[in-house]
């Protein structure tokens, strides 16, 4: 058994002392925050204490999205989860990076909480030089996100529809195998959800997943945190173990497959067909037993014949080929997936909703949907955001739909002539402002919602005084 399931030996083995211990309901709000931290005085942690309890623990830690925070992946999964690095910002603005283990509250098969022990490692981090001016920042978001356990399973890919069942099944027949899959899906389709099935439906479930996005790190640091490093590889190199050798057992999700380098993708080849990993600065390969998900968001035929993948490597990824059908293709989900954020969000956001009129679900179902199941979901939790009662209106679309906007988002007749720069700049900036609080915070995540770069987002709120 991999030691991130021993609960007693990883405590032993990573806390010679804890300075935080924060209890959540199954809501995720605060029961009780204990923050004893002797880098800051004992009035600082006291703030911070009072200033936590019975709030969202997304509201505490602002730079927390339910994706990356441990605490809400517990009380969804019930797995105990143990996270070696995580940097989190918290509401009074300091900087934390810290490891931790969390652990479900069950009460009679129920989980009605989950609790949370944490080590301020910060000090640790600038004392070795692994947190430098020179650090980038993706390397350090990459480490703030990453975990090694999944959230989701076959049950919570949530349709009627007959094609999306009957990949469903197919789940079923190839999760017993090691062969290497690719999927093709349309962003916002649910590309990570359909790998982490396939992890949750094999035999490998109880060794790690480990998630890459391969367009979020830069080449310059993606070799090394695939295949590790070895002291000396270059300036300031280390030992440190690589994710596939951290997957060891397990699986390895590389989202954007495409956009992966291609020397680094004929590394990923040889990986493939050896079954080894070479680190950098290495030169006696390491033997893995890894199985690789890979998925994709555009075309295959496209992206072979524009060069950005290598065919000998699509081949080889392309064992077994799923193909998420976007959601225009599959109306008949709409419905569904709409009850079901509903539902989701009546529980995180205290509401009691019941559905949606007659205006919004003609809106919806007309709609084309480009953003997919992502952008269904975050239209349903902005109006739930709005909502004064039991039933969606229009009126509480503040969101803009293509073609079809929401009542409070439609333009104005011109009364005042202004200069066009002007104009637009002040679009930018409200647009800026509405994907950050979309994305709680979160610029990497407001980036792709903008789809524009992180550096040029973080530019433009520099720009506008816009704080995250």
Not at 2 to 16: A, Q
Not at 240 to 249: I, N, S, W, Y
Not at 349 to 359: E, H, T, W, Y
Not at 431 to 439: C, E, N, R, Y
Request: proline share 4%.
């Amino acid at each position: 058994m991999s030691k991130r399931f021993d609960t007693v030996t990883l405590i032993k083995e990573n806390f010679d002392y804890i300075d935080s211990i924060t209890i959540v309901d199954h809501t995720g709000k605060v029961m009780v925050q204990l923050r004893y931290n002797p880098r800051f005085s004992q009035e600082e942690n006291e703030i911070e204490n009072k200033l936590s309890l019975n709030k969202s623990i997304l509201e505490i830690f602002p730079s927390l999205t339910p994706e990356t925070s441990t605490l809400i992946q517990v009380l969804n999964t019930g797995n105990v989860i143990f996270c070696e690095k995580q940097s989190l910002t918290t509401l009074t603005g300091k900087r934390i990076t810290s490891t931790n283990i969390n652990l479900p509250i069950v009460s009679r098969g129920k989980i009605i909480g989950a609790i949370e022990l944490s080590k301020d490692i910060t000090h640790i981090e600038k004392s070795h030089g692994r947190k430098s001016r020179s650090t980038p920042p993706q390397e350090e978001n990459y480490n703030a996100a990453k975990t090694l356990t999944t959230r989701y399973s076959l049950n919570d890919i949530i349709t009627v529809n007959q094609e999306m069942k009957n990949l469903k099944n197919f789940i079923k027949r190839i999760s017993t195998s090691s062969s290497s899959v690719l999927i093709f899906g349309e962003t916002g389709t649910g590309k990570e959800l359909f790998a982490q099935a396939i992890h949750s439906e094999s035999h490998r479930r109880i060794a790690p997943f480990v998630a890459v996005n391969c367009s979020a790190l830069p080449e310059t640091l993606l070799e090394g945190i695939l295949f590790g490093t070895l002291k000396g590889a270059f300036t300031g190199a280390e030992n440190k173990k690589g994710l596939f050798e951290t997957a060891h057992g397990g699986t390895i999700y590389l989202d954007e497959i495409n956009s992966m380098p291609l020397n680094l993708q004929a590394k990923l080849l040889r990986t493939l067909q050896e079954g080894t990993i070479l680190p950098l600065g290495g030169n006696s390969p390491v033997k893995i037993d890894v199985r690789v998900i890979a998925s994709i968001n555009k075309n295959p035929a496209e992206i072979i014949k524009s060069g950005e993948m290598r065919d000998d490597l699509f081949y080889r990824l392309n064992v077994i080929n799923i193909k998420i059908p976007p959601l225009r293709e599959r109306p008949d989900d709409i419905p569904v997936l709409i009850d079901y954020f509903i539902k989701k969000y009546n529980k995180s956001l205290g509401r009691n909703v019941k559905g949606i009129d007659n205006d919004v679900r003609e809106l919806f179902m007309s709609y084309k949907w480009p953003g997919n199941v992502r952008e269904l979901e975050h239209v349903i939790e902005a109006a739930m955001n709005m909502v004064d009662g039991k039933i969606i209106k229009l009126e509480h679309l503040q969101v803009y739909l293509g073609e079809n906007t929401a009542v409070d988002t439609k333009i104005s007749p011109i009364e005042n002539i202004i200069p066009l720069k002007e104009a637009l700049e002040q679009l930018e900036k409200k647009m800026i402002s509405f994907a950050l609080s979309k994305a709680r915070g979160n610029v990497s995540e407001a980036s792709r919602l903008l789809r524009i770069p992180r550096t040029t987002l973080q530019y433009k709120m520099e720009k506008y005084k816009i704080n995250d």
